[in-house]
Structures are given as C-alpha cells and as structure tokens.
C-alpha cells in the first residue's frame, strides 16, 4: 500500500514530491489528534466519574491526571524504542493503545479499572506526542519543516475540540453526562468510546506511510532509506540527503555505537548537554503556564463561577475553535518569523491576560449555597482574557515546543532527547492537573491563575536567555 500511495502523489520530473511529503506528515498527525481528543474527552466527564466511582477532590483530581503517568512513561521510552524499531512502529503501537484505552475508559466499573485504561491511553499520548513531530521534522524539508510540524498542534486542538464538541453534543441529547443516552450505558461512557472511530482510522492509514529515512539509514537498511528519501525528494535532492544524512551518522556507524543514555552527556565536559537542558525547559515552561487546567477543567471551572453545564461545555467549544485560529496564525509565521519571537510573543501575552484573569476571579464571591460568582462585567472579563489566553498559547508555546522539539536535537540523540523532554512535560503536567482541584478549593482561581502568571513571565526570560533559533536550519546543522 505504500508503494501505491507514494506513487500516486510523486510528480512527473522525478523531483520534491510535496503532495506525499503532505499525506504522511497529515496521517502522522492522526496521532496528534487522538492526543487532543483523549486529552479533552475528560473535560466533560469529570462530574460522571465523581458519581460513578464515588470519588473526592483529590480522587477525582487523579482519575483526571492518572493519563499523564502513562504519558510521561510512554514518552520516555517512546524515543528509545524509536531507535531501535522504528518510528512507524510505535505510531502503530500507540494507535493499538488507543483504542484499548477509549474501550476500556468506556467500560469501567470502577476507579482502579478506569485508572489502568487511562494509563495505557496515556502511554499512547505520550508515545504519539514525541514520535508524530520527530517523524514529520525528520520527512519535511528545512524550508517548511517548521509548518508541516506545526499542523501536529492543529490536530491536537481539533482532537481537543472535537472532544468538546462530542462531550457538548451527546450531554445535550441526554440532558446531562449523567444520564443514560443509548443501550442504557451513561452519557460519560459514550464520550469516550466515540474516539474508536478517529482510533481505527489512524492505525489502518499509518500502513500507507514510509519509515523515517533517518531510521532507516542509522540502521544500515540503505536501499530502503534511499527508496523512501527519492519517494520523498526525487532522485537528485534524495541521493544527496541520503549522503549528508550517512555523513552526520559516519562516526556513530563507524563505531557501531547504538544510541544510550550516557550519549546525552558532553564527552569533554562529562556534564548534560545544554540542549538537553534546553529541551526540559521548554517543555516544562509549556504546562506550568496552566493551558491543561483550561482544557481538562473547563467545564467544572465555568461552573464554578455561575455558568450552566450547558454554557461551559459550550465555552470549551469556542476555546477549542480559536485556538485552531491561534494555530493557523502560527503556521503563517514559524518558518518566516522564526520559533524564538513566537515564544517570546506568546510568554509577554500570557503572563498579562493571566494576571487579568487572575484579577477577575479574585472579585468572586460566595452565594447561598456556597459557590463562587462574578458579577457579569468580571464574568465577561474573566471570559475574554482567558479566551485571550488561550490565543496567545496556541500561536506559540503549543505548537513551537513540538516544533522545537523534533527539531532541535542532533540526529544522534534526537530519539534520546525527545525520551527525556516528553517524559519532563507529561510530570509538568500531572503536577499542574493533580493539584488544580486541591488549589481550587484552598486559596481559589485568582492565585492559581496567579502562579501560572508567573510562571508565564519567568518563560520569557528563558526564552531570551537560553532558546536559539532553529528557523531554515537542516537537521543534520543541529547541535548541542
């Protein structure tokens, strides 16, 4: 089938064949995609779970966050497997996973049942969120790398509102995520197993993709890796990347050195590499802005603050809509403006509109029964600068971290690098969702939002201090 797809799309003057180069970097952003909707799907599920399982603040707080232990795992060793068998491979294991897990999740009679299916649809996040912008950074040319790459950000805010969209819809035919909707089984049950269908796509069109020509050639298959490299680039410009992928290879090869962990340390110093230091600050700055408490809480975080379930989970909707707007705007700019003004841009954007939401939730007062309200003038500010927020967020941090990450390493080590900035994102991440539901009902929004304001200023500093441009660079320039 591959054979099939890739002639289908190569062009007559045996050149750059951009139309396949298109097709499978969009198929690999499948993955990017079940990354959203599994991510998002939770949102509106949370007050079923508290019913179903009979769970606490805290207990609910980590049937929510129990997918980014399984994401950190997945993406920590996502990268090492990479190495050794392939990026297709684990594209195709993690579409396996996701299926088992939107399965699962839907079943679940339990929190422990419901735990271990999330863990294992987390594996699958994780493995999807390193392996999906390494694959297209290591198929794309220089020149619109950094577009092609960013699309993976699209997808997961389409899967993020696709999820919303879905949790909105089927609530909507119910009356409520509590209530029973078809063959008896509950709303919140539905809205997971809904993600089978993007799930199964996924795993059948990744048959219709080539390996990673840098996979191939680091594991001496050399008349594979040309085949998928004329595939992608024609004759002429495929020989030559295939000679200049052997030479930044040449010396690993020649010593028939595999990649290991020790390969993150500077042999002349004995130290980390700074690019490895780099990549863990990029991606934890990423979740300590707060953007997953917007996506997984949404709808509870409306609610506490006067909105219906119907209106919040509407809100989520329109969120997730201009943050694919935010993303386009990005597509746009990365490979003309560059990845280190968007990141800056975004951090200043961030750090403001987070202290005006901050401002807003701190006006909040206590009704009768004892939830939170704003008056509807810091109702609608409280809306706008977090909507702005949003914005900010995904023309920069969301989808230029990935880009940088795919990016940024040197071949030798990039399955090494992404294993450990993955795994540093997805801990960032469990640590800022586990303790949102414990900071919300202890000092309130106005100083979560407060933190995340700061944390969003210090990113700016990183940004300038320590980021270096990747913008037109090949993959074979980098280093570190």
């Known amino acids: 089938m591959e054979s099939i797809a890739s002639n289908q799309y190569q062009n007559d003057t045996g050149g750059e064949n951009t139309w396949f180069i298109i097709m499978?970097?969009?198929?690999?952003?499948?993955?990017?995609?079940?990354?959203?909707?599994?991510?998002?799907?939770?949102?509106?599920?949370?007050?079923?779970?508290?019913v179903a399982f009979n769970s606490d603040s805290a207990g609910t707080g980590f049937n929510v966050a129990s997918m980014l232990l399984g994401c950190a795992v997945g993406a920590a060793l996502a990268g090492r497997l990479a190495d050794l068998y392939g990026r297709k491979a684990m594209l195709i294991l993690s579409a396996v996973m996701f299926i088992v897990s939107a399965w699962g999740s839907g079943v679940a009679t339990g929190s422990f049942e419901f735990v271990v299916y999330r863990v294992i649809g987390g594996i699958a996040v994780g493995a999807a969120s390193v392996m999906t912008p390494a694959y297209i950074s290591e198929v794309a040319l220089a020149r619109y790398r950094g577009r092609l790459t960013t699309i993976q950000q699209v997808a997961i805010i389409s899967g993020l509102t696709g999820a919303f969209l879905s949790n909105y819809l089927l609530a909507n035919i119910s009356g409520s995520a509590l209530n029973p909707l078809w063959a008896g089984f509950e709303t919140w049950r539905w809205m997971f197993w809904v993600e089978l269908i993007p799930a199964?796509?996924?795993?059948?069109?990744?048959?219709?993709?080539?390996?990673?020509?840098?996979?191939?050639v680091a594991k001496n298959r050399a008349q594979q890796a040309?085949?998928?490299?004329?595939?992608?680039?024609?004759?002429?410009?495929?020989?030559?990347?295939?000679?200049e992928i052997e030479a930044s290879l040449a010396d690993q090869k020649q010593?028939?050195?595999?990649?290991?962990?020790?390969?993150?340390?500077?042999?002349?110093?004995?130290?980390?590499?700074?690019?490895?230091?780099?990549?863990?600050?990029?991606?934890v700055f990423q979740q300590f802005v707060g953007i997953n408490v917007v996506f997984y809480y949404g709808?509870?975080?409306?609610?506490?603050?006067?909105?219906?379930?119907?209106?919040?989970?509407?809100?989520?909707?329109?969120?997730?809509?201009?943050?694919?707007?935010?993303?386009?705007?990005?597509?746009?700019?990365?490979?003309?403006?560059?990845?280190?003004?968007?990141?800056?841009?975004?951090?200043?954007g961030m750090a403001i509109t987070l202290t005006i939401a901050a401002y807003a939730f701190s006006t909040a007062t206590l009704d009768a029964e004892g939830s939170l309200s704003l008056t509807s003038d810091m109702g609608l500010l409280a809306l706008v600068s977090a909507n702005l927020y949003v914005i900010?967020?995904?023309?920069?941090?969301?989808?230029?971290?990935?880009?940088?990450?795919?990016?940024?390493?040197?071949?030798?080590?990039?399955?090494l690098g992404l294993a450990i900035a993955g795994f540093f994102q997805w801990v960032a991440n469990f640590a800022i969702t586990m303790t949102?539901?414990?900071?919300?009902?202890?000092?309130?929004?106005?100083?979560?939002?407060?933190?995340?304001?700061?944390?969003?200023?210090i990113s700016a500093y990183f940004v300038f201090k320590f980021v270096t441009e990747t913008k037109g660079k090949e993959l074979e320039e980098m280093a570190g």
């Open 255 to 283: 010593s028939k050195h595999q990649p290991t962990w020790s390969d993150i340390k500077d042999k002349a110093t004995g130290k980390i590499r700074p690019i490895i230091w780099v990549g863990i600050g990029l991606a």
């Open 200 to 216: 199964s796509i996924f795993l059948f069109a990744l048959f219709l993709i080539p390996e990673s020509p840098r996979f191939l």
């Open 392 to 415: 900010f967020f995904n023309m920069s941090w969301g989808p230029i971290m990935w880009v940088m990450l795919g990016e940024m390493f040197p071949n030798q080590i990039r399955g």
């Open 299 to 348: 709808a509870i975080l409306w609610q506490s603050v006067g909105f219906s379930e119907s209106d919040a989970l509407f809100i989520n909707v329109l969120s997730g809509s201009l943050s694919i707007g935010a993303c386009i705007l990005a597509i746009i700019l990365v490979d003309k403006l560059g990845r280190k003004p968007l990141l800056w841009i975004g951090s200043i």
């Open 24 to 50: 499978v970097s969009c198929i690999a952003t499948i993955g990017g995609f079940l990354f959203g909707y599994d991510s998002g799907v939770i949102n509106g599920t949370v007050e079923g779970l508290q």
């Open 436 to 457: 949102f539901p414990i900071l919300l009902g202890s000092v309130g929004l106005a100083y979560a939002y407060g933190f995340y304001a700061l944390c969003a200023a």
């Open 226 to 243: 040309k085949s998928v490299l004329i595939k992608l680039y024609g004759d002429v410009e495929g020989n030559r990347k295939y000679s």
